[in-house]
């Protein structure tokens, strides 16, 4: 099953800061069209969208991260980032990547943020 590979969550202390990484390149498909987000999934909650970015650079965040995090994309790289600061006890979760077009979706295992002291 082909899946992409984020990377990059770990623990860090509050008003820190993580860079996550969404490699594609173990998929075959034409990862420019592709609308590319984050998710995350807190203990006890649904999963929800963090941020997204188009194939055209439209970006997309969840309120409570507006400010403090930046998605981004190198298409050369089949790569997707997601730049978090000011990192919150709120922010921990599991982040998920999903890459998408129509219906056709594509996700990773998931990484791993702690935001504690």
């Known amino acids: 099953q082909e899946q992409l590979v984020e990377s990059g969550g770990g623990l860090v202390q509050p008003g820190g800061s993580l860079r996550l990484s969404c490699d594609a390149s173990?998929?075959?498909?034409?990862?420019?069209?592709?609308?590319i987000q984050w998710y995350r999934q807190r203990p006890g909650k649904q999963r929800e969208l963090v941020a997204a970015?188009?194939?055209?650079?439209?970006?997309t965040y969840a309120d409570s991260v507006q400010g403090r995090f930046t998605i981004s994309r190198d298409n050369a790289k089949v790569t997707a980032y997601l730049q978090m600061n000011n990192l919150k006890p709120e922010d921990t979760a599991v982040y998920y990547c999903?890459?998408?077009?129509?219906?056709?979706?594509?996700w990773g295992q998931g990484t791993q943020v702690t935001v504690s002291p």
């Open positions: 173990g998929i075959s498909f034409n990862f420019n069209i592709y609308t």
């Open positions: 970015i188009t194939r055209t650079g439209q970006l």
């Open positions: 999903n890459a998408h077009i129509s219906s056709i979706n594509y």
